[in-house]
């Protein structure tokens, strides 16, 4: 028998107000949901310390040399040493990481991009050594190579 609308909605008012009877479960549920909510397993956190200390460390560093180039008169010097610096950091995280798998193919790639952007400041600041905007991008290609490594070996999805 095909029901059309009208019908349907009479049946179904019908069957609702012809409805004086309760359905009960068999035996008593709520103990059990009670119980089973109170012993549900709590997930657990299971995540390496070292990479977010090493990674707050990382921006700290980077922080506080923009804010010393920034408001210090630049030394020539001032780019060796950060040069020595990031990349005493940068080898640091690459050892760390080496035996961990990157979650890209192409990091390295763009690794080498930033390390091309780097040279090029570097060959800039050979012409003008005081120059605190040149000074401020190196460290900013520094901080952006030190994030990339960071962020293919231990992204944040995997540290909640």
């Not at 409805?19 to 035996?27: A, L, M, R, V, Y």
Request: net charge negative.
């Amino acid at each position: 028998m095909k029901m059309n609308k009208p019908d349907f909605d009479t049946f179904l008012a019908e069957s609702i107000n012809n409805s004086d009877s309760d359905i009960t479960p068999q035996k008593d549920l709520w103990p059990g949901i009670e119980k089973a909510l109170a012993h549900a397993p709590q997930p657990q956190v299971k995540a390496s310390l070292w990479p977010k200390i090493t990674g707050v460390a990382a921006c700290s560093v980077a922080a506080l040399l923009t804010v010393q180039l920034l408001f210090s008169d630049a030394e020539p010097a001032t780019s060796v040493a950060m040069s020595e610096y990031f990349t005493q950091q940068k080898q640091t995280l690459l050892v760390q990481y080496q035996n961990q798998p990157a979650l890209t193919d192409n990091w390295q790639q763009q690794l080498a991009e930033l390390e091309d952007a780097e040279r090029a400041i570097k060959q800039a600041l050979e012409n003008e050594p005081q120059s605190p905007a040149l000074l401020k991008m190196l460290a900013q290609v520094y901080q952006q190579q030190l994030d990339l490594i960071n962020k293919v070996h231990a992204p944040k999805w995997q540290q909640i």
